[in-house]
Structure formats: structure tokens, C-alpha cells
């Protein structure tokens, strides 16, 4: 079983609003921060949006004010709001979950790719 499934990428014009979502198969247990990662062409994968299990989150300065990270806990689903996308924000997103208790475990989604552009 898939631990986590990613949908929502596409292709959209600069200005534009996608919804990224990250389900987890229900096997993920202890969960502690949920996230969004991204990789562009020749860069490192960058944090853009993460999600204590207090409900804190940070963001990348780059997409704050623009992107809002939430979770459905009845869904056991993470959503990444991205609104005013820019060419810059193109890149294939991971979705991340870290769980566990005394030891942390890191499990990522497949990737989703996200095109701005006119």
C-alpha cells in the first residue's frame, strides 16, 4: 500500500491557483509535521510549506502570502493552496510526512508537477 498519493499538479498561467493534495493510506502512524517540498530543474529540493502536529506552520519566504498548507484529519489528506503562481514556482512538489515516536521516519509522495506559464 501506497503510503502517500499526491494529486493536483498541471499546468497553469502566471496569476493563476492550484490545489495539491497528499493522501495517506491510513498506515502512516504517530504523525508529527506534514509538508510540502519542491525540486526544480538543477536546483535541491526546497521546503515550501510545513505542518506541526500543534498546528504551526512555516513557509518558504518565497511563497508566503501566496500558498497556505491544511489538513482534513478525517481525510487523513494535506492540501497545498497556491494562488498568484509566478514562472518561478515551477517545479515537481513532494508531499512529506515525518512520524514516529523515538525514532522519526520520513515518507514522501510520488511528485506532482507544477508548470507557471503563459
Known amino acids: 500500500q501506497v503510503p502517500l498519493v499526491e494529486s493536483g499538479g498541471g499546468l497553469v498561467q502566471p496569476g493563476g491557483s492550484l490545489r495539491l493534495s497528499c493522501a495517506t493510506s491510513?498506515?502512516?502512524?504517530?504523525?508529527?509535521?506534514m509538508g510540502w517540498y519542491r525540486q526544480a530543474p538543477g536546483k535541491q529540493r526546497e521546503l515550501v510549506a510545513r505542518?506541526?502536529?500543534?498546528?504551526?506552520?512555516n513557509y518558504a519566504e518565497s511563497v508566503k502570502g501566496r500558498f497556505t498548507i491544511s489538513r482534513d484529519d478525517a481525510k487523513n489528506t494535506v492540501y497545498l493552496q497556491m494562488n498568484m503562481l509566478k514562472p518561478e514556482d515551477t517545479a515537481v512538489y513532494y508531499c512529506?510526512?515525518?512520524?514516529?515516536?523515538?525514532?522519526?521516519?520520513?515518507?514522501w509522495g510520488q511528485g506532482t508537477q507544477v508548470t507557471v506559464s503563459s
Open positions: 512529506n510526512v515525518r512520524a514516529g515516536t523515538v525514532l522519526l521516519r520520513d515518507y
Open positions: 491510513g498506515s502512516i502512524f504517530n504523525i508529527n509535521n
Open positions: 505542518l506541526t502536529s500543534g498546528g504551526n506552520t
